[in-house]
């Protein structure tokens, strides 16, 4: 199972960026058993922190107070893709940005996942 990042990078305050995850080694939404995809990000000296996750069976998804109503996660199951969309960017969600698979359902801390993506670096400047 392999997870890549993309679509990082420089934002001004109140700015816009849509990350992208591209999974392979398996398929989303399948009886398989990756059953959830989440973002997490980590700022420096700080806890990795899980921000948004989907249920690739549904679509419900849930998101973490710092992040509702900014951020929206989604799911591409044909091309094994989660997105996400994030509004209203500010300085303190500057961070690397991990994508994350889980054989668990409606978890959204780290313990709880399997695979991990590389990392991509958004930084949001005031």
């Known amino acids: 199972v392999q997870l890549v990042e993309s679509g990082g990078g420089l934002v001004q305050t109140g700015g816009s960026l849509r990350l992208s995850c591209a999974g392979s080694?398996?398929?989303?939404?399948?009886?398989?058993?990756?059953?959830?995809m989440a973002w997490f990000r980590q700022a420096p000296g700080k806890e990795r922190e899980g921000i948004s996750r989907?249920?690739?069976?549904?679509?419900?998804?849930a998101h973490s107070d710092s992040v509702k109503g900014r951020f929206t996660i989604a799911s591409d199951n044909t091309k094994n893709t989660v997105f996400l969309q994030m509004t209203s960017l500010k300085p303190e969600d500057t961070a690397v940005y991990y994508c994350?698979?889980?054989?668990?359902?409606?978890?959204?801390?780290?313990?709880?996942?399997?695979?991990w993506g590389q990392g991509t670096q958004v930084t949001v400047s005031s």
């Open positions: 994350a698979a889980s054989t668990y359902l409606g978890r959204l801390t780290k313990g709880w996942y399997d695979y």
């Open positions: 989907i249920n690739l069976g549904d679509g419900s998804s």
């Open positions: 080694g398996f398929t989303l939404g399948d009886d398989y058993k990756i059953v959830t």
